[in-house]
């Protein structure tokens, strides 16, 4: 009887410490996610926010006094309205005044120059045969010469009573005049923009200045059009810091050709100084660190394997290693703060 009672405590005690045993392995199995390292690229850029302007716009104003009159557009039939695009050369705005094409005798001036050339003409023939002399042909020449002089400036005193646009682009103010009210002299007539192409200036921390070079690419995004991105280069940067600030001024140019953005805008710009095509990239917030040291920790036969890194370039989310991981371990993105070397895991997707 004695020995089957020792029996029976000895098989008791077995089976408690396997049931302990289990309830240690459970607790030390802490549960992690993990993900396979790949090659994948990676971007380091310096974000500054600003405003966009358009590279060209013009205030046309009326250069001579005259009676209204707005152009017609040949596309759509009807007078110029605010929002429609132009071509450069079109006329936008007719200023007529009959007094000032009076006086400046177009016609006149463009027959007394028909005649002084063909008279120009004639001299030189006769002088190369000897049949005048040098000065009748230099006041021939003389003569010819005026005459351009007075036909281009008659054509410029006309041009004078039509409003031009001198680029391609878009009206965005067109202040409104009666037709055939007389308008003044510096009267504004319409306000011109071509935004295909658009700049921005940002003042940026003098830390950046180094690695801030001209041509490099940018990354433009406007918060109220989140799924469209445009690209610009960097097109200026200041050599100087600016003595309040201790920041640097910096300019870029936004390829706009779709017309997406609109001038005024508030945008952000991821200026990039760096990238590479093909590196291991982690997340940034995986990364535990201590001093200078840096480490993450891999799966390795179900146990935790700490991992002490060297680092490369890097952005707000990623970041490139350098040294300590390979291609294709598996890397623990969740789950890791609690971890030790040779931590016993258990892998959750």
Not at 2 to 18: R, T
Not at 143 to 148: E, L, M, P, T, V
Not at 240 to 269: H, L
Request: proline share 4%; glycine share 4%.
């Amino acid at each position: 009887m004695k020995k089957l009672i020792l029996l029976l405590i000895i098989l008791i005690f077995f089976l408690a410490c396997n049931r302990q045993d289990s309830n240690v392995d459970l607790q030390i199995a802490i549960p992690v996610s993990v993900e396979e390292i790949k090659y994948k690229p990676i971007e380091e850029f310096v974000t500054a926010t600003g405003t966009v302007y358009a590279i060209q716009e013009v205030d046309l104003k009326a250069e001579t006094p005259g009676f209204y009159r707005l152009a017609e557009n040949k596309t759509t039939g009807r007078p110029f309205t605010l929002g429609e695009q132009i071509k450069k050369g079109e006329i936008i705005i007719y200023l007529d005044n009959p007094e000032l094409e009076n006086s400046i005798k177009i016609e006149s001036q463009k027959l007394n120059l028909d005649i002084s050339e063909r008279e120009f003409e004639k001299q030189k023939s006769l002088y190369e045969k000897g049949g005048v002399t040098l000065r009748e042909l230099k006041n021939a020449e003389i003569s010819f010469i005026d005459a351009q002089y007075n036909y281009e400036s008659a054509l410029l005193q006309l041009a004078k009573t039509k409003v031009i646009a001198p680029f391609d682009g878009i009206i965005i103010d067109l202040p409104y005049h009666t037709e055939g009210t007389r308008v003044t002299t510096d009267s504004r007539m319409v306000q011109l923009m071509n935004y295909k192409r658009l700049y921005s200036e940002f003042n940026l921390p003098g830390k950046d200045l180094p690695q801030i070079k001209a041509d490099q690419r940018v990354r433009v995004m406007n918060y109220s059009v989140p799924d469209d991105t445009l690209w610009g280069k960097v097109t200026q940067v200041a050599p100087a810091f600016d003595p309040d600030s201790r920041s640097f001024k910096t300019s870029i140019e936004v390829d706009n050709s779709q017309m997406i953005f609109r001038p005024g805008m508030f945008i952000k710009a991821e200026i990039i100084v760096a990238h590479e095509d093909s590196a291991i990239v982690i997340p940034k917030d995986i990364i535990l660190a201590q001093g200078d040291e840096k480490w993450v920790y891999t799966v390795v036969k179900g146990a935790a394997d700490r991992r002490r890194i060297t680092t490369g370039i890097e952005n707000p989310l990623e970041v490139q290693v350098l040294e300590g991981l390979k291609v294709e371990e598996r890397l623990v993105v969740k789950g890791f703060e609690t971890l030790q070397r040779n931590s016993k895991v258990k892998i959750i997707r």
